[in-house]
């Protein structure tokens, strides 16, 4: 009997692992902090309830200090000197920065359920050691007290944001760092990505009572908008929000916001914080209602937005996604403010819900959020979708035909040149989902999609979940896509070799170039006006998608298998016939070289 019960209690261990993917963390923080707007300092003091669901002993934690990048010499500093090429992001030489320009992050009487406990820094990174070892399924309470300075904003934090906004304070906090089923995620900041752990936040604001505070979270007042938020103290006022279920805690302030609230779907009260600058008052109200027909798509086409509250705040130094939070420098152009909301609000599910590792999977956040963002935009505006997926793969192509190239595996912080980083991220992210949809169907994609934000939300999915959901979706195996794509720099390139006739036939002959494989649609119009879609599907898939909405008249033929080079096969016409071939018609794979994937009849008969 009790080794029945052993086996049941591992059945149902198991499946629950299965079910959620991957243990996850979970670290409950509950912060006040005092602003100092004449100084641009704050200090302030936390505790987190830090909850080991891992099958591990941890002997040490980390945490990150992410200011400490903002300062001459750091590793952020230093990176941006070195690199191969310019990091256009950056405005700013971090190595010149006067004294009231850097910033800082300073951690002071930490312990570890009240036993001081040993703790080394190290430019971003603070190791500590543990004074008593974490066991699986325990928890411990962190406290300490810190003190910070905000840099002028450099990348997406800092005091008067190009657009004058006072405060935008993102990663402002000592943050502890996710131990994930990949290990610690320790590396340091230098300009690129996160990751977070799990859990819920208690944040306590106290500033200058002429300041207007937006932040990840819920306000715990009856009615934001009104004259008397927060609770006044002197010639300060306290500000208390509370997040749950998040992996990150983002404020802004300034004495100027206007806020106004615009009913989202399901519910959702959408907040907006902007300058009374008569430049851009009139963008951010036309904004609003777009930004809830924005939300109102990607609850339809991903899946429900979790929580009850979004805000769309002007700050930081272009677009930046957060917990229930993006930070825009954006406003006096209306359609570039909903491009960038869009692409933003994107992440509210690819990484505010979905939360894949950033510095290692940059792209599976970056592609799909400019994938759907843009999607999004498409159908609010009527702006030609087309045009971003040409925009994408002109930018991939570009990038794989440069020699800078490197897979997309590689670390956020690892890219030789910026340029390479910044393609493989967005546009070869991009590129990813919507070869994903060729590949497939579109059923079978936005099945994908609904499966994979419903399977994983509130996880740390890998590339491989995305896989597994999509092949499980479709009836189509995917690793060779996802190994090719995104572990090497192989490239896609197929040719028409050669075409022969005799009698009433033809035989058209292709050649796989690049060692990239790829299914196939060869259109074939003929002069009498009929044309016909020749479907190949490569014997990697084990499975072929189903006829497209597009395809008049589709023909599916023999598979065409990876280890041979060439490809031919035969129909019913005449070469005279034949008006054109084309192996690329919808464009919709990126091939390298589109030189040789048309022919073109030279009798005009």
């Given amino acids: 009997m009790r080794n029945k019960l052993i086996l049941i209690s591992y059945i149902i261990f198991t499946s629950s692992v299965c079910s959620q993917n991957y243990w996850q963390q979970e670290a409950d923080y509950k912060i006040f902090v005092d602003v100092n707007t004449k100084k641009d300092t704050y200090i302030g003091n936390q505790e987190i309830v830090y909850t080991n669901n891992s099958l591990d002993t941890l002997n040490k934690v980390f945490f990150h200090l992410y200011f400490n990048a903002f300062y001459p010499g750091s590793d952020m500093a230093e990176r941006l000197d070195s690199g191969d090429d310019i990091n256009t992001r950056f405005s700013v030489n971090i190595n010149k920065l006067t004294p009231d320009e850097v910033g800082f992050l300073k951690v002071s009487n930490l312990k570890q359920d009240n036993v001081e406990v040993e703790s080394f820094v190290s430019d971003t990174i603070l190791e500590v050691t543990l004074a008593n070892p974490l066991l699986p399924g325990d928890s411990t309470v962190f406290t300490m007290n810190f003190e910070g300075k905000v840099p002028v904003t450099i990348r997406r934090a800092g005091k008067n944001s190009p657009m004058g906004v006072r405060l935008s304070m993102a990663q402002w906090y000592p943050k502890i760092s996710e131990y994930d089923y990949e290990g610690w995620n320790t590396a ?9 752990v799990w859990g819920n936040f208690d944040v306590t604001i106290k500033i200058d009572k002429d300041y207007i505070v ?5 306000l715990q007042e009856s009615d934001p908008s009104d004259s008397k938020l927060g609770i006044k103290s002197g010639k ?3 500000w208390n929000f509370i997040a749950p279920k998040v992996h990150d805690f983002t404020w802004a302030a300034d004495p100027d916001y206007i806020h106004d609230i615009y009913d989202g779907p399901n519910g959702v009260k959408l907040n907006f914080y902007y300058k009374n600058d008569p430049e851009i008052i009139s963008n951010w109200k036309e ?4 930004t809830a027909e924005l939300m109102n798509f990607f609850n339809e086409n991903i899946g429900t937005y979790p929580y009850n509250q979004y805000s769309v705040v002007q700050g930081g130094d272009g677009g930046m996604e957060y917990s229930m939070l993006t930070l825009i420098n954006y406003g006096k152009e209306f359609v570039p403010l909903v491009s960038v909301t869009s692409h933003e609000l994107a992440h509210a599910w690819f990484q505010g819900v979905l939360a894949t590792n950033e510095m290692k999977h940059e792209w599976m956040d970056e592609g799909s959020a400019s994938y759907f963002g843009d999607l999004a935009e498409s159908f609010v505006l009527g702006s030609d979708f087309y045009r971003s997926i040409y925009s994408s793969y002109y930018r991939y192509i570009s990038l794989a035909n440069s020699g800078q190239e490197m897979p997309q595996a590689t670390n956020s912080n690892r890219y030789k040149f910026n340029r390479a980083y910044e393609s493989t991220a967005y546009s070869k992210g991009f590129v ?5 949809r060729y590949i497939i169907g579109l059923e079978a994609f936005k099945k994908t999609i609904k499966n994979y934000y419903d399977t994983y939300k509130f996880t740390h999915p890998l590339p491989n979940d995305l896989r597994r959901i999509a092949e499980q979706s479709s009836g189509i195996l995917l690793n060779w896509y996802l190994t090719d794509w995104t572990q090497t720099t192989n490239r896609i ?3 028409i070799s050669d075409i022969n006739t005799s009698k009433e036939k033809s035989v058209i002959t292709l050649e796989r170039i690049g060692l990239m494989p790829m299914p196939l649609e060869v259109l074939v119009k003929f002069k009498s006006g009929k044309e016909s879609i020749y479907y190949i599907p490569i014997d990697l898939m084990r499975g072929e998608k189903k006829k497209p909405e597009y395809a008049r008249n589709w023909i599916q033929i023999p598979d065409w298998s990876w280890a041979h080079k060439k490809y031919s096969f035969e129909i019913d016409h005449k070469l005279d016939s034949i008006l054109s071939i084309d192996i690329n018609p919808t464009r919709l794979i990126a091939d390298t070289d589109e030189s040789n994937n048309i022919f073109m009849s030279n009798n005009d008969e």
């Fill in 287 to 290: 904004l609003q209602p777009v």
């Fill in 493 to 495: 390139d197929y040719g």
């Fill in 236 to 238: 300060n006022r306290i």
């Fill in 432 to 436: 990813f989902l919507s070869q994903l």
């Fill in 214 to 218: 937006a932040a990840s979270g819920y």
């Fill in 188 to 196: 340091p900041y230098t300009g690129r990505e996160y990751h977070g």
